[in-house]
């Protein structure tokens, strides 16, 4: 068992809009807590107001956000600038789906921290995650 | 990157109720880091205004819904609430999926409610180690009303009863034998029972039972002139929340006037003492006494020695080192 100094990764996993596909998310966060994360889950249907409080709310090191809709260039961009008012820019900003490789580039400039595409294997999607935790450093 | 802030320049806008303060003073918190310490007391000295609610019941009972509604029913008062939703721990990964928010999306963008899940990281009896500094934070950054949403427990978990003021045991009806297995343990500790989803047609059954089993008198009247009410409710529909934030009100004002709520907030300062001497020594044994916790278990597993012996080997080495 865990000793009181190591936290586990908190990750928040949400689904945003009106993209009902949440297989992917359910099997991500089940992959997250078996490498020892604690994953909180919205369920579907969020919007990116209610999803950025709740990220602040839950203190996470990571929000990931699943999108299969193409809405991707509206969520991102606004769930970045709501973090950012909320005193929640250091929540690293995740994105999962699928979605063309220039939004990929563009969405990277804009500061997401990753995007994992729907063919990312699982132990790479927990790498990355314990990867930006690491690069983050304590806060 | 790692700018950290330490946890006593957080104090302050714990005070004033920033949200993003208050959040990253509960990871703090969770972490049971030395540095948080200092902070905590700090915080602790501007404590005890909240109402402390605590909501437990087996697993399905409708606890997340439930609490939703009270959220609402709250906040139509203007008075602002925070939550503390306990989900369990993997004990294979320590990993966890904190579920109970996705019930209670529609308050999030209401800055009168602060939802905030917890893993109970090992923690036995339906809370989490740091549930109770989150409440401090809580009841420091000016919240009215603090819920605490247990783990779904079974017979026995009823810590939540040493830390909070006011306990909501819900039973759901359709969980058959459910309240049976529980009726020795988790009924015996409310102050108020709630049967939820009362939309159903089987609920008036789960309601006589429970009715037929408070007439056999567990607590009631507990010597603070406290009659147990049972509240039926519905979170579907909404029926019996109002009823139920009455008794909740209704409580607290019994408690006071009684001078319950004293001997209340005394017992959950001692469960608290103890439960920090525990925490201190068990973490000063691993750190210091690693040796011969190692040994003593090799002389048990040998056969030749008791664990209470061995334990008290242990403790007089640990006293026989601290003498001056």
Redesign the interface.
Known sequence: MEGPNTQPIRVMIAKVGLDGHDRGVKIVARCLRDAGMDVIYTGLHRTPEEVALAAVQEDVDILGISILSGAQMTVFPRVLELLRGQHGSDIAVVGGGVMPDEDVTELKRLGVSEILLQDTPPQAIVESMRRLVQERGPR | ?????PPLALVQPVLEG????V??M??HA????EACHEALAEIYRHTGKAHVVGITGVPGSGKSALVTRLCKALRAGERSVAVIAVDP??P????????D??RM?EL??DPGV????M?T??ALGGLSRAALSGVDILDAAGYDVVLIETVGVGQDEIDVVQAVHTTLVVSAPGLGDDIQAIKAGVLEIADIHVVGKCDRSDAHRTVTDLKNMLAMGHRDGQGYGWQVPLIPTSSFSGEGIPELLTAIDGHLEALTTSGELEQRRRRIAQTRLLKSAE?ILR?QF?RHHDRQISELTDRMMAGRTHPHAAAQILLNQFRSERKP
């Open positions: 990157m790692g700018r950290a802030i920033r949200l993003s303060a959040a990253r509960i990871t969770e972490s049971g880091e721990s993997s294979f990964s320590g990993g966890s999926i904190l579920g928010r996705i999306n999030v963008t602060f939802i905030r899940s893993a990281r090992g925490n973490d691993q």
